[in-house]
């Protein structure tokens, strides 16, 4: 999840592709520290917003936190909306309306579910996207992501709220995976930041009837303020960090790193809420991080094979120029 997981659009998604022998060896440790503090944020931001819930509502809450990263966002990108071409702005709406429903999807599980069990459910999405991508091999890892789910989630014994709780995940699994079809779009249509800071807008106005209801009446300055600080923590922060860190490494390494997002969720469920996962669901979280680094790596290795096919890179600064160069790693 993250960083953009429930709120935009991926820094890969407006960088240009890198070759991983670009980037200096020195400088790769700082990178990952930065994927891994990124990944860290999402999950303490995701944890921190279910102490809100009581007073604001899972809606509320998503909503404010949408308010205030479109906020943040608009007064930094100023997007010039009217220079946009009608299918350009019609993309950017179209993400920011999976985003809502996948945000509010989210949230939605993790008031039923612990936080670990909800993200790796809805894993599912972008793990299927690179499945779809790859050879039969990415058929084997969707079926050991799913063994997984099945150990961290025990359906069998689940109460009729737990069962609601998968299902949200379950929509949100099928919005993120929508999320990364639109976002490579948007990445390719809109310039920087123009995309996303309109699609997190859009976000906002579409969970406003069921949020806007639920927050106002209960709203206080410290509520407000702490829905401010939600919003850096995602997406902000991520931002940053993995901004800098796509400058060094490729995207699909950082697509690899990405995939231990299910087992930061679990820790971070286990110290800042208490959720303790037993033996079976351990086995389960392993299981999704070890399919998510399997389907990236085989979608990669196919991605590579279909290129030795079409013959030698063009010219780097022809494919530089190209946005269609821009590759998309994740939401």
Do not use: K
């Not at 060896?25 to 995701?46: D, E, F, N, Y």
């Not at 809805?122 to 789910?149: D, K, N, Q, T, Y």
């Not at 099945?150 to 995940?169: E, F, K, Y």
């Not at 806007?212 to 923590?233: D, E, F, K, N, S």
Request: charged residues 10%; positive net charge.
């Amino acid at each position: 999840m993250d960083l953009w997981l429930h709120v935009g659009m991926t820094p890969a998604s407006i960088l240009p592709a890198r070759s991983p022998t670009t980037a200096p060896a020195g400088r790769r440790g700082q990178s990952l520290a930065l994927v891994l503090t990124s990944m860290t944020s999402v999950q303490v931001g995701a944890a921190a917003s279910t102490h809100l819930f009581g007073s604001l509502g899972v809606a509320g809450t998503t909503w404010l936190r949408l308010c205030w990263a479109a906020v943040l966002l608009l007064l930094v990108v100023r997007p010039p909306v009217a220079r946009l071409a009608l299918r350009d702005l019609a993309a950017a709406v179209a993400l920011g309306v999976t985003s809502a429903l996948m945000t509010l999807a989210f949230f939605g599980a993790v008031s039923r579910l612990p936080l670990g069990t909800a993200v790796a459910v809805e894993f599912l999405g972008p793990l299927g996207i690179a499945a779809l991508r790859s050879r039969r091999l990415g058929l084997v890892w969707a079926a050991v992501a799913l063994l997984g789910v099945a150990a961290l989630t025990q359906p069998w014994s689940q109460s009729p709220s737990d069962r609601v709780g998968l299902l949200l995940a379950a929509g949100a699994a099928i919005a993120w995976a929508g999320y990364i079809v639109l976002t490579a779009q948007v990445g390719e249509r809109c310039p920087g930041l123009t995309g996303l800071a309109i699609s997190l807008a859009v976000a906002a106005l579409v969970a406003a009837p069921l949020g806007a209801p639920q927050a106002l009446p209960h709203l206080t300055v410290a509520g407000a303020l702490a829905c401010a600080g939600l919003a850096v923590l995602a997406p902000a922060l991520p931002y940053a960090a993995e901004m800098t860190a796509l400058r060094v490494l490729a995207p699909a390494v950082f697509g690899v790193w990405m995939s231990l997002e299910p087992a930061i969720a679990t820790t971070v469920a286990l110290f800042l809420l208490h959720q303790v996962p037993d033996s079976v669901q351990l086995v389960g979280v392993l299981l999704v991080v070890a399919a998510s680094v399997g389907a990236e790596r085989t979608a990669l290795s196919s991605g590579a094979d279909n290129h030795n096919r079409q013959g030698p890179d063009p010219d780097p600064q022809q494919q530089a120029a190209d946005p269609r160069t821009r590759t998309e790693v994740r939401s």
